[in-house]
């Protein structure tokens, strides 16, 4: 197929099958005509703002003619939005289909812009003073930070058709404005999961002594230090090269640079009187400073010649917005074609990345239909910088050996990559006691397969749609709900694997469920796997079950189904790699 008529298929995949009640979301959206429409909202006096707030709408091309829902971008500074190009350069960006258009919400300053853009402790409902030569600095930060997120985010959510998960909320701001939207950001999580900080104010102390006090004092520092982790969130950074001339530390780098660094990689580190960043946090780092795209938790963008000034924020806005909302993912280190995804959206779940890779003959073949194995836990897959523990599964080149072997037939295989809401999702909920399937996510993670994403990719690529042409695989939970996918959606899913299947959940419920609910022999078949070491070594008498639930409803071993031991093997990637060989031709077999 060539890219045109790629493009077609990825805007014709609009319509939604019988069974969903949204319109399918296209990997590729749709490019709408028009240009951004804006709406100018007003809002009540406050005490941080006794002349009361006003913000600028900005509404996606083809809003008022579609459905969909949007993500949304906060942004302090909002009257800075001419100064910055703010909608010239989204309009550009979405009609150049580089980015997943959102609703964005310009905020603009109170008067007492010092005293509202600081940093805050949510916890003890307090803002973080800091006193300076111009002086105090976030007085009222508490109060807009709530403000923001109780009277703000639900009226705009009431207004307006946005997407309500925190992936799809993310807030921006520059200098005093950026300290403040790295603060919405890792006080409250659950509303935002992405935040943007240009030339971010991360200077401010608790004291005001020499140099020395100063760094040990940095109040977003320490807020980073003493909290945990906030999952799921994403943080991208901008700094330019020359937008100051001090350097307290003496080390050659000005201090707007080393402050962003500090936050980022931590302070000291292996010292006494160190200072955790988010690196020490576990959030996975981008190692350039180009602002290139990134599947990395942390971004940081360094801009040549940047100034602590809007013509330099002007420049570091297209960057963030690529990193905020892309379709297309950076690229994998893989072998063959893979044509990532990010955040593709869904009426039932969060957003996800998801990666397809392509057997090696797809592009010499246009009138060839291909099988598709659809997997969880996608991003420990083909790329070992992203997988958990460093070692990824190698499907892509166990599926090209397969292939070239004539050991498996060729196929489509579609990455879904997890969330941190992994467990939730994961977990089947009708296999769960009563009491806690409300918290419980797999069946809204199911529609999202069956009623979104495989519509979407059955449009985009030259997939044979049958259930004898559709499978499901995963490991330890992403066993289970491989398992209860198939049960749930005999009529989609031909078959389902399961490496290390964590049948020890709600000891063995998910393994009753299914005895109740198995699918026909005859047209479906499953395996499994574990091992005997690590957490695989409790998992024998529970397949054993399993296996005995599959024999007397008549499935034959070899045939309907395999089971498998592996003596040695723990519960982790590289023992999944090593085997996975053998699921594969089970399910994909010529």
């Known amino acids: 197929m060539n890219h045109a008529a790629l493009r077609l298929a990825f805007w014709f995949c609009l319509l939604a099958p019988a069974t969903s009640a949204f319109a399918v979301e296209p990997l590729v959206p749709e490019r709408a005509q028009g240009t951004l429409r804006t709406e100018s909202l007003a809002f009540d006096p406050t005490e941080f703002a006794p002349e009361g707030l006003r913000a600028t709408v900005f509404l996606p091309p083809g809003y008022a003619t579609t459905q969909a829902r949007y993500p949304v971008l906060y942004l302090n500074d909002g009257q800075d939005r001419d100064a910055v190009g703010l909608a010239a350069t989204l309009q ?10 959102p609703i964005v919400v310009a905020i603009d300053m109170p008067k007492d812009r010092m005293g509202t853009y600081g940093l805050s402790d949510r916890e003890h409902g307090t803002s973080l003073l800091a006193q300076t030569k111009y002086g105090p600095v976030g007085t009222h930060a508490q109060a807009y930070s709530e403000w923001v997120v109780r009277t703000l985010v639900p009226s705009i959510d009431a207004r307006f058709r946005t ?25 409250y999580p659950e509303v935002f999961g992405r935040a943007g900080a240009f030339s971010p104010s991360f200077w401010l102390s608790r004291e005001r002594g020499d140099a020395d006090a100063v760094q040990s004092t940095r109040l977003a520092q320490a807020m980073v230090d003493g909290s945990t982790p906030r999952n799921g969130a994403r943080w991208f950074f901008a700094v330019g090269t020359n937008e100051d001339a001090d350097d307290r530390d003496g080390d050659g780098i000005n201090d707007a640079i080393d402050d962003t660094r500090d936050l980022i990689d931590g302070w000291r580190t292996g010292m006494s009187g160190a200072m955790k960043g988010l690196r020490q946090q576990s959030y996975r780092i981008d190692g350039d400073d180009s602002g290139e795209p990134t599947r990395a938790d942390v971004a940081f963008y360094l801009l040549p010649s940047g100034r602590h000034d809007q013509a330099s924020w002007a420049r570091m806005l297209p960057v963030f917005l690529r990193w905020a909302y892309a379709v297309h993912g950076p690229a994998l280190d893989a072998t063959g074609t893979v044509e990532s995804y990010q955040d593709v959206p869904s009426a039932h ?6 990666d397809v890779w392509l057997p090696p003959g797809y592009a010499d073949h246009p009138r060839r239909r291909y099988p598709v194995l659809y997997m969880h836990d996608g991003q420990n897959l083909f790329d070992p910088s992203l997988a958990y523990t460093g070692i990824d599964w190698d499907i892509d080149g166990t599926m090209t050996r397969l292939i070239a072997a004539r050991r498996v037939r060729e196929a489509i295989v579609v990455a879904i990559s997890n969330t941190p809401l992994r467990g939730a999702e994961y977990m089947p909920a009708k296999a769960a006691p009563p009491g806690s399937r409300a918290q419980l996510l797999s069946d809204p993670y199911l529609r999202f397969l069956v009623d979104e994403l495989k519509p979407a990719i059955d449009a985009t690529y030259r997939t044979r749609t049958g259930r004898s042409d559709t499978f499901v695989m995963g490991a330890s939970m992403g066993g289970l709900i491989s398992a209860y996918a198939m049960s749930e959606y005999p009529e989609v899913f031909g078959g389902a694997g399961g490496l290390s299947t964590h049948w020890p959940a ?37 397949q054993q079950r399993m296996d005995e639930v599959l024999t007397r409803a008549g499935w034959r071993r070899g045939r309907d189904f395999d089971s498998r031991v592996f003596p040695g093997a723990e519960h982790n990637e590289r023992a999944w790699r090593d085997r996975v060989e053998i699921p594969l031709q089970f399910l994909l077999g010529h």
């Open 163 to 187: 997407r309500t998960t925190p992936d799809a909320r993310a807030v921006l701001g520059w200098s005093l404005g950026g300290l403040n939207a790295f603060n919405l950001g890792w006080q």
């Open 506 to 542: 709600d000891d063995g419920a998910v393994i009753d469920f299914l005895a109740a609910h198995l699918p026909g022999r005859r047209t479906h078949r499953l395996y499994f796997d574990h091992g005997t070491a690590t957490l695989d070594a409790s998992y024998g008498p529970y």
């Open 92 to 101: 550009s960006l979405i009609d150049e289909g580089q980015i997943r258009a």
């Open 349 to 354: 779940v969060s957003a996800r990345n998801v």
